[in-house]
């Protein structure tokens, strides 16, 4: 049945390639992954890889990777500025080649840090070892770190497109005292409320400059009734999640009223945070409609009728003083320790590799 595509299901279980590393990885043919962060897959493109090497490993497919276990450099990949199928670079494409098909001496493919990734604020290119690329995750609570814009009056608003009004709401950091860099995915958690049969929530991270202009760096959604998560694939450190697994399997009857606490991943990203810049949080429960038009698959654009029966005339509110604080958690690391790639990954043409 048509309708029971929205669900994981047998339709979409076998179009997963993660589905499929078992017999990938036992096939022992080296692989190149090419991503970007623009496109609509950062996060499976990322996962692929670690459940590769996790494989290698002796791990199950969907654990996270630690720094303690065996990385392949049979195991490659890039990820870069780019979009869909815009990141091939034509001469490490070739060089790869040389490698595995001619038996050539390329030693840039012998690395123990085969994932590498450009900082999308300022170009740099980093390499690492593992995904998620580092444990240390930094909580930023909503109505302490992350402080209500003063255009809002409350922590709540109306679901519509965020264009309208009272259909959104924001909150800030104070302004960074020293550059951090946003390595890896993130995961948000709310504790939310909605006057209707079920919320759905957009949060967005928007790195703020001094002259106020703002970067999308990446997001995350999530619709109460299919907040389920799985145990298996999600991700914790240090008690918290930090790459929530959707289950996506089944819909829950979502009650007026009644406190939720929804816990959903943001995408991955790579993103200097310079001394003196803020970070916003946008909140929203659908984005403008423009927005949708070439971002399927990255925005919350397509809920069916019966969603869209349950959401309408609905006001969520985000609970600031509850029991369990609402929070985005992120992956910082300190600039300095970041060492750079000495390898350029770009895809512009004839660029040296």
Known sequence: MIGRKVFVGGFWKNRQPINYMEQVYQSEIPILLVGGWQDLYPTGISELYASLQNLHAGKSKFAMMDSEQAISPNYH???????????????????WYDKWLMDKDMPQFTTQTPYHAIDMMTGT???FSTYPFTKNYQPFVFGKELSLSESNRSASFRFGQRNEENTSISF??????????????????????TSSKDMTFLVELLLVDEKGIKTRITQGNVIASLSQLSSEKSWKSGGQFIRPHLQLTQE????????????FPMAPRLATIQ???????????????EDCKGNLGVFP?????????RLQGGTFEIKLNGAVSSRILLPVIPK?????????YDSSPNHPF
Not at 174 to 192: D, N, Q, Y
């Open 77 to 95: 990949l890039v990820m870069g500025p780019w979009g869909h199928y815009k990141g091939l670079n034509v001469e490490m494409t070739l060089a």
């Open 125 to 127: 290119w980093y390499d």
């Open 172 to 193: 800030q950091t104070k302004p960074f005292t020293e550059e951090m860099v946003i390595a890896g995915p993130g995961s948000v958690r709310l504790l939310a409320t």
């Open 252 to 263: 829950m009857p979502v009650i007026s009223g009644k406190e939720y606490v929804l816990e």
């Open 275 to 289: 001394k003196g810049h803020r970070l916003e949080v946008l909140i929203s429960s659908m984005p403008k409609e």
């Open 301 to 309: 654009c397509l809920p069916t009728k019966q969603q869209l029966a």
């Open 336 to 344: 300095g320790k970041m060492k750079a790639s000495n390898l350029n």
